[in-house]
């Protein structure tokens, strides 16, 4: 089974932190994304990568950044964090062949309060 | 960005009922999918679509890819308490490409 796995499931930061947000996949995936999630907003892409060291601007880049050293593993980074930062982050995975390759794997999530 | 419309936000299911919920666009998408996101969980995948009128079915779920393709909608019949959660329609434009999700629907149990 494919198993996209999260750093933290909770988390509280207080405004100007900067936060890690960290996820890691076991699939050997090329592709990997971040969302936030909010109430009646559906999921929203902040940034994507499909390879290492590759990043690609989502719907809502403003206040983040990633990075992708590894295959396998792609942090988010709130560089100075604003309370509407506040949100469910989650990440995803997918591979590049197959039928399936439109298909993302989801991570748990991490709810994120800003103080 | 793109959305996608996804209706109704919020629907109450009792036991034995069969359900629907639907997604539409502005724009075509080449790919459906259909995800249930469980309390606390991210979501996980129950239908993709690849062709336009394909009619898929997982269980007591059935969804189909709209002729026009730019819609799809998700059936879940007989419903059960497990089926509760918020179900995300998402559609993808080409092979390897993001996905565009709806706002999702709250499925909840009739008290």
């Known amino acids: 089974d494919v198993k996209v796995t999260q750093s933290s499931r909770y988390l509280v930061k207080r405004t100007g932190e900067k936060v890690f947000l960290e996820c890691v996949q076991d699939m050997d995936h090329e592709n990997m994304f971040w969302y936030r999630q909010d109430p009646g907003l559906g999921l929203r892409l902040i940034y994507f990568?499909?390879?290492?060291?590759?990043?690609e601007k989502g719907d809502i880049p403003e206040g983040y950044s990633v990075s992708r050293e590894k295959k396998e593993r792609f942090s988010l980074i709130l560089e100075s964090a604003s309370t509407n930062q506040t949100s469910m982050y989650l990440c995803?995975?997918?591979?590049?062949?197959?039928?399936?390759?439109?298909?993302?794997?989801f991570g748990p999530g991490t709810r994120l309060l800003v103080l | 960005g793109q959305q996608l419309n996804q209706s109704p936000q919020s629907m109450f299911i009792q036991e034995g009922e069969d359900v629907s919920m639907n997604c539409t666009s502005s724009s075509i998408f080449n790919t459906w999918l259909w995800y249930k996101q469980d309390p606390g969980e991210g979501p996980v995948l129950l239908i993709a679509?690849?062709?336009?009128?394909e009619l898929t079915s997982n269980g007591r779920l059935t969804a189909q890819f709209g002729i026009t393709r730019k819609d799809s909608f998700l059936n879940i019949s007989a419903s059960i308490p497990s089926d509760v959660g918020i179900y995300f329609c998402?559609?993808?434009?080409?092979?390897?490409?993001?996905?565009?999700f709806g706002g999702g629907t709250r499925v909840l149990v009739k008290p």
């Open positions: 998402a559609g993808s434009k080409a092979a390897g490409n993001k996905l565009t």
């Open positions: 990568s499909y390879d290492v060291k590759m990043k």
């Open positions: 995803a995975s997918s591979g590049t062949s197959g039928i399936l390759q439109e298909t993302q794997y």
């Open positions: 679509l690849y062709k336009a009128g």
